[in-house]
């Protein structure tokens, strides 16, 4: 994703987008107020792009401002001014959740703009529109995984193209709300918000949810490396399979490669236990961020589902926060996410810990500052201009 989104969506019905005009990549870029030199044959000056400028700003920051960069948290709150005063702390990204959504459009408007403290350079701002089962949004009643999955795959598109502009005109830059995983029983936890019920099907689903977003807002796959093959809720405890890898690969892995060659920005990992690959949750595994960056070639943004869950599990090697969050960035994540049990202090708590763990020498330097660049990069390019949309008057409203 190297797209600024500009949202110009209406007070009306939201049935899609078109893509209407492009400037070149070189204006699209934010350069945080920074003059690139001119060259010196007089030609114009050349403006960085998102990842070189990316490198820059974070190459320019304290361990702990590294830190704070990579922490996605979240408060259950409205109110402006609190929100303003804990964004301050300098924190990467927000999770929106149902406390965090005001009654009318313009309130809601008005609290994603209080989250951000430096305009020329905004946090990530994110919810869980999945749609359907999984909606923070009132507004959508766009159809969703519960019939989606039985619909051509055109509808899936239509679908995720009008709830991405919902997403986008609040001003929320990522949508956690594409579900890869696969599932064919309909008592498994997460069959109601598959999009498939086998792979194929699933990655078709996947492939046109993400391709429809992408222009809009930076779409996130989850749960990796698969719920569907993990019985239970990961919400309360550390769902297991003994699936080997060669049979997820040839199954679960399906849905997932199919949304990244789609082009999603960003991969939600689950606390997952593989047996046979890592007896860890995925999300702490290092074994399976390899397999995400070196053999699928994932190159975006890595997020841990909610590190909250890991402690309403219940088991003691999980209770603490901190610990767990040091060692999710160790094992690869870039962004750590924080919502269950969270508190005012959780995020300030789980930056010192990072921040502690590279001092130490238990976090490496390179790991921290890897993971600050490929948030930073996304933020700039969240916030980058390239396109301009409109409502698109062929689309056809869903469900």
Excluded at 54 to 71: D, P
Excluded at 148 to 174: C, M, Q
Excluded at 277 to 293: F, G, K, N, Q, T
Excluded at 329 to 358: K, W, Y
């Amino acid at each position: 994703m190297s797209r600024r989104r500009a949202w110009a969506v209406g007070a009306a019905a939201i049935v899609g987008l078109c893509a209407l005009t492009a400037s070149s990549a070189a204006s699209a870029q934010v350069t945080g107020g920074a003059e690139a030199p001119a060259l010196a044959t007089g030609a114009p000056a050349e403006v960085p792009g998102p990842d070189d400028r990316a490198e820059i700003l974070v190459g320019r920051m304290t361990a702990a401002q590294q830190a704070a960069s990579i922490v996605m948290g979240h408060i259950p709150t409205t109110d402006a001014a609190a929100l303003s005063a804990y964004m301050a702390q300098g924190l990467g990204g927000f999770i929106l959740m149902g406390a965090n959504i005001p009654a009318t459009d313009g309130e809601l408007a008005a609290l994603t703009d209080s989250l951000t403290v430096d305009p020329e350079l905004p946090p990530l701002i994110a919810i869980d529109q999945e749609g359907g089962i999984v909606s923070r949004l009132p507004a959508d009643d766009y159809a969703a995984s519960t019939t989606l999955k039985s619909l051509p795959v055109a509808d899936t598109a239509a679908a995720f193209s009008a709830r991405a502009a919902l997403v986008a005109k609040s001003g929320i830059t990522v949508d956690f709300g594409t579900v890869a995983d696969v599932t064919a029983d309909p008592s498994s936890f997460i069959y109601g918000r598959a999009l498939g019920t086998d792979p194929q099907s699933s990655a078709d689903r996947v492939a046109a949810a993400t391709a429809a977003q992408e222009p809009v807002v930076a779409s996130t796959l989850k749960h990796f490396p698969g719920h569907g093959a993990a019985p239970g809720d990961s919400h309360h405890a550390i769902p297991s399979t003994a699936e080997t890898l060669d049979e997820w690969r040839a199954k679960d892995a399906v849905p997932f490669i199919a949304g990244m060659d789609a082009g999603a920005s960003v991969l939600m990992f689950g606390h997952l236990a593989y047996t046979s690959v890592d007896p860890a949750p995925a999300s702490l595994s290092a074994r399976w961020h390899e397999i995400a960056r070196d053999e699928l070639g994932f190159d975006g943004v890595i997020v841990t589902d909610d590190l909250g869950m890991l402690q309403s599990s219940g088991l003691p090697e999980y209770a603490d926060p901190v610990a767990n969050a040091v060692t999710a960035v160790a094992a690869g994540n870039d962004l750590v996410l924080m919502i269950a049990g969270s508190t005012a202090d959780t995020a300030s708590e789980i930056v010192a810990g990072i921040t502690a763990a590279v001092d130490s020498g238990t976090l490496p330097a390179e790991r921290l500052a890897d993971a600050a660049t490929r948030v930073m990069a996304l933020r700039l390019q969240s916030s980058a201009a390239s396109a301009e949309w409109s409502l698109c008057g062929e689309c056809q409203p869903v469900g």
